[in-house]
């Protein structure tokens, strides 16, 4: 088992398969020009399924794809149905984008549960936030999804000035069809233009739907960084990710992979343990994942504090989430 000095099982890993990607969301991507990483410095198929492996075997019951926008990737199905062999819950995260391709592969691997990213529920304001034209491929294919029967859970930054108020358009959406709209709170990475004016809390998320809905709070299982609620009457529900105003880190059970086979102990680390290197030199994994595991800060990579307002985000020391695998 994967435990870290407070006591915290890692059960949990999230795998980046690229910091490549077709759309260019401004929270995601750094504002200047970014270089994606060669091919050469991305664990290729054989590793990802060999570390994966590794996780499993040391206790890790789920795993998470993500990126960059994973299915850009061309062996992305291959990757998918080989972990789905592993027998852990695989799942995914996804622009939406490209998953009409991959339906047969998510049905193979035993996927059940999709995350989309959605921020509007407007084709102009799509185009202004990720500066492409795929709305209508998106809403098209979480419908598939949907039809498929695979349960979508729609991520949603909510920033300040930006969609704030189209909050309870995408409640309004939950009447009829059956998602999970997960409000995320806005959070800095290199590059972002964060600061703490533009985000939007969970407490100012929940006091803007009761102005309008009765909210329902429904069961959270112990590992769950999302508050589910419920509008009564709604085929769909939803639920805040209140990273910032309220973190989750003392029941945090997550580690995560980048692209380039780096550890990152925590979404807000600064430091990185270089796995891939490791397994193409060779040597023992297990002792190197211990190691990190250990040297895990007890809250938000040890970076700042729960006061979020304090926050410089110049002075913090990461990489932006595109790179780090969101
Ligand atoms: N490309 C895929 C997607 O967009 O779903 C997967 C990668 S993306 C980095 C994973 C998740 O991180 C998305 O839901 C995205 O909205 C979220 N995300 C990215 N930057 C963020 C930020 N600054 N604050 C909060 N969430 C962010
Ligand atoms: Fe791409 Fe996802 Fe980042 Fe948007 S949030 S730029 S879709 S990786």
């Known amino acids: 088992m994967l435990i870290d000095r407070y006591n915290r099982v890692h059960t949990y890993l999230r795998i980046s398969l690229t910091d ?7 929270y995601c991507m750094p504002e200047e020009d970014y270089a994606f990483m ?3 410095q991305l664990m290729q198929a ?3 399924v ?3 492996r590794l996780f499993v075997a040391q206790g890790v019951t789920k795993i998470r794809l993500t990126g960059g926008e994973p299915l850009v990737r061309k062996d992305a199905g291959e990757i998918i149905r080989r972990l789905g062999e592993l027998g852990m819950q695989l799942t995914i995260t996804t622009n939406g984008t490209r998953v009409a391709h991959f339906l047969d592969d998510f049905t193979i691997a035993g996927i059940r549960s999709v995350n989309i990213s959605l921020d509007t529920l407007q084709k102009d304001k799509f185009q202004l936030l990720t500066r492409r034209d795929q709305f209508e491929v998106v ?3 979480i419908s598939l999804l949907l039809e498929s029967g695979f349960i979508v859970k729609v991520n949603v930054v909510v920033v300040k000035g930006l969609n704030e108020n189209e909050i309870l358009d995408f409640i309004a959406w939950t009447k009829d069809t059956p998602v ?5 709170e806005f959070m800095p990475f290199d590059g972002n233009q964060w600061n703490s004016h533009k985000l939007v809390t969970w407490q100012e998320i929940l006091a803007l739907i009761g102005e309008k809905y009765e909210i329902e709070i429904l069961e959270n299982h112990p590992h769950d960084t999302d508050k589910k609620y419920g509008v009564s009457g709604h085929k769909g529900s939803f639920a805040v990710i209140s990273t910032m105003s309220a973190p989750f880190c003392s ?3 997550r580690i995560r992979l980048t692209a380039d086979g780096k550890i990152k102990n925590c979404l807000f680390s600064g430091e990185e343990t270089d796995l891939l290197d490791a397994l193409r030199k060779g040597e023992d994994l297990l002792p190197i994942i211990e190691q990190s595991i ?3 800060h007890k809250e938000l990579g040890g970076q700042f504090s729960r006061e979020f307002e304090l926050i410089d985000a110049n002075t913090l020391h990461n990489r932006s989430m595109i790179a780090i695998g969101g």
């Open 251 to 253: 029941s945090c059970n």
């Open 20 to 26: 490549n990607c077709n759309l260019r969301c401004f």
């Open 294 to 296: 250990l040297s895990k």
């Open 46 to 48: 054989d590793e990802i």
């Open 38 to 40: 060669p091919a050469k």
């Open 139 to 141: 809403k098209k294919n």
């Open 180 to 184: 999970q709209i997960r409000f995320i």
């Open 50 to 52: 060999t570390i994966a």
